[in-house]
């Protein structure tokens, strides 16, 4: 059941576990201690007794059968009563009850391992168990030093009982208040301490529920204190998220939109004109064709993002020569620098060989090269360098074209985003191409940065790890 796993029952068990465990350990052992001690102390007081009137009995001569002493007998009487219990004098060599303060047993044999050993000079106490007696013997010795009877006395010891169950009920009555006052304890604190969480509970069943967006900052516990930052933290994020993600939906669907609404401006304005002559269907045809051209292009562009973006899109690792593929996209790019008269010039300090996905990391080349291309002036010049130290290859691709605004910089790796947007649209862009180089070169755990001046030209920086290290997934 679940509530045998809650904090609530957990403290609730604690604080009764911390009320009753004392009792259950300490009652037993004082009990115990208790008996022990008692039977003790009562074997020396009763030795130290029996010592004493064994010189008396055995100066008087009262262990032998013969002798007569009322005053003694008397005596011992008394002392017998007192202890409620009983007192014997057994003859050493024929172990023969000589006197019983009972008034029993006189005559009898008494073999009992205890007065055997008292004969032989080790007198030991003895506790009756069964019948609750303590029985101490203690040797007549005469003045040659001869064990010449003993003498055994007996004490009945009910009194440890009775103390011990007066002692018990005490107990029950203080275990039952402490029992109570540990209950109402543990029911407190139970529900007090984990009031913090309860509440905790129900704000975030609030946001479930989108009542509200983040957890308030209550006093409670540090540590529920720190998780309710940590939260606000992630939600912060989703929503940044998600508006991100609004935001490029609309995006998306605008510049989707822009190619479509021209095409159908083109095929209205055709349609709605009497005898088109020839020419101009041909020319309009063209533009229709370019429109075609540019919605392909944003579709693939935004096929590519979104294959970057899968969280659990793979690399396709191998390694390859960066040399020879950075030769040959410039030989694909050449026919576009060279309409505008672009120089491109490669420039490589040492051969390079990388672990790389080949199909993204050509993505990466591909938009930086085109880009310095399509953004640059008649006659400039573009140069790309590649040099590697031990840990990783760097790629720079300059230009000396028209540049970045500086308030733009920041933001030309964002989706769609386009630093001069009717220039951009003239030249064909979409916005998403250096979106995609960023994402495929953290892919691959590098890194970029650029450097540009408007009317100046730009830099770009790459830096990327010669050897691929997965990242762990949580
Ligand atoms: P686009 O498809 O528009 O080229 P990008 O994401 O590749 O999209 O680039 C975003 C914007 O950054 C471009 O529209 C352009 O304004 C600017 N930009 C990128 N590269 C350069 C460059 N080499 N020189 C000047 N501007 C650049």
């Known amino acids: 059941m679940s509530f045998f796993r809650s904090l609530r029952f957990k403290i609730a068990a604690i604080i009764i576990a911390i009320g009753i465990i004392p009792f259950l350990v300490c009652v037993p052992i004082s009990l115990r201690v208790y008996r022990v001690v008692s039977i003790n102390n009562d074997s020396v007081n009763l030795m130290s007794q029996a010592q004493k009137y064994a010189n008396q009995i055995v100066t008087s001569g009262y262990y032998l059968k013969d002798v007569d002493n009322p005053v003694l007998d008397k005596q011992i009487q008394a002392v017998g009563d007192s202890y409620e219990g009983r007192i014997l004098i057994i003859d050493a060599s024929t172990l023969e009850i000589i006197r019983d303060s009972y008034n029993v047993d006189i005559g009898k044999?008494?073999?009992?391992?205890n007065v055997i050993k008292t004969i032989k000079g080790e007198p030991e106490p003895y506790f009756d168990e069964a019948n609750q007696y303590l029985i101490v013997p203690a040797p007549l010795t005469n003045s040659d030093g001869d064990t010449v009877g003993v003498f055994i006395i007996t004490k009945n010891m009910h009194y440890i009982s009775q103390n011990i169950e007066q002692f018990l009920s005490y107990m029950l009555i203080s275990s039952i208040i402490v029992f109570s006052l540990a209950f109402i304890l543990a029911v407190y604190a139970s529900v007090h301490f984990t009031r913090p969480m309860r509440k905790m509970n129900n704000n975030l069943d609030s946001i479930i529920r989108e009542h509200t967006r983040e957890l308030p900052e209550e006093l409670s516990y540090i540590e529920l204190e720190n998780i309710s930052e940590k939260f606000n933290e992630i939600f912060s994020k989703m929503q940044l998220i998600d508006e991100s993600r609004q935001e490029f939906v609309s995006n998306v669907s605008h510049e989707l939109k822009t190619p479509l609404t021209s095409m159908k401006v083109l095929a209205d304005s055709l349609n709605g004109t009497e005898d088109v002559p020839i020419e101009m269907y041909?020319?309009?045809?063209?533009?229709?064709?370019?429109?075609?051209?540019?919605?392909?292009?944003?579709?693939?562009?935004?096929?590519?993002?979104?294959?970057?973006?899968?969280?659990?899109?793979?690399?396709?690792?191998?390694?390859?020569?960066?040399?020879?593929?950075?030769?040959?996209?410039?030989k694909r790019l050449k026919p576009i620098a060279d309409k505008a008269n672009i120089e491109v010039v490669f420039e490589s300090f040492r051969p390079v060989v990388a672990e790389v996905?080949?199909?993204?990391?050509?993505?990466?080349?591909?938009?930086?090269?085109?880009?310095?291309?399509?953004?640059?002036?008649?006659?400039?010049?573009?140069?790309?360098?590649?040099?590697?130290?031990?840990?990783?290859?760097?790629?720079?691709?300059?230009?000396?074209?028209?540049?970045i605004p500086e308030d733009s910089v920041d933001h030309i790796f964002e989706r769609f985003y386009r630093a001069d947007k009717s220039h951009s649209r003239e030249i064909g862009g979409t916005g998403l191409g250096l979106a995609i180089t960023k994402s495929a070169i953290a892919m691959h755990n590098g890194e970029i940065k650029v450097r540009s001046k408007l009317?100046?030209?730009?830099?770009?920086?790459?830096?990327?790890p010669l050897s691929y290290i997965e990242k762990e997934a949580h």
Request: without cysteine; proline residues 0%; hydrophobic residues 40%.
């Open 357 to 403: 996905d080949e199909v993204k990391f050509t993505l990466v080349i591909t938009n930086l090269v085109e880009n310095a291309i399509k953004y640059n002036n008649e006659n400039g010049w573009v140069h790309i360098s590649l040099n590697s130290d031990h840990q990783f290859f760097y790629i720079k691709v300059e230009d000396n074209g028209l540049g």
């Open 109 to 113: 044999t008494i073999v009992w391992e």
């Open 455 to 464: 009317g100046e030209g730009s830099t770009f920086d790459v830096r990327i």
């Open 282 to 330: 041909k020319e309009f045809m063209v533009d229709i064709g370019e429109e075609i051209d540019r919605e392909t292009k944003i579709i693939n562009d935004l096929l590519n993002l979104v294959r970057m973006d899968k969280s659990d899109s793979q690399l396709n690792v191998s390694a390859v020569n960066i040399n020879e593929l950075i030769e040959h996209i410039l």
